[in-house]
């Protein structure tokens, strides 16, 4: 990690090696994964009740999207960014301005877009 606090993070992704690669790639960059979510309605109760200062988000989760849980992380204040294998063509209009990592990514993609993340905080 290039100066930045560890941050405590949320995972939301349905395919689990991504998931996996995803977890590995965050702690490598010193970040603790605190909780994971492979479904939608984990993912918004997670990003509700856990303590985390920050999640990354696959857009299409099981065929749903995960605005939802973007929503319910803007209200509480938890900068995210989402993943996606889509560009930001996949990206609603409301959160086109938000840093998104364009799958396949590498540590150093993720690193960049964590440190612009909490440098913008678009919330």
């Known amino acids: 990690m290039t100066g930045e606090t560890a941050k405590r993070v949320l995972i939301v992704e349905d395919e689990v090696l991504l998931l996996l690669h995803l977890e590995d790639l965050l702690t490598a960059l010193g970040h603790e994964v605190v909780c994971q979510a492979t479904r939608i309605d984990l993912a918004l109760e997670l990003a509700r009740d856990s303590d985390i200062d920050f999640a990354v988000l696959d857009i299409n989760v099981a065929g ?14 938890i900068p995210f960014v989402f993943a996606t294998g889509y560009g930001v063509e996949g990206i ?10 364009r799958k ?20």
Not at 104 to 123: N, V
């Open 64 to 77: 749903r999207k995960s605005f939802p849980v973007a929503d319910l992380l803007g209200r509480r204040g």
């Open 92 to 101: 609603i209009e409301r959160y086109r301005d938000f840093p998104a990592l």
């Open 104 to 123: 396949p990514y590498s540590a150093k993609d993720l690193e960049q877009t964590i440190a612009q993340c909490f440098r913008e905080r678009p919330l």
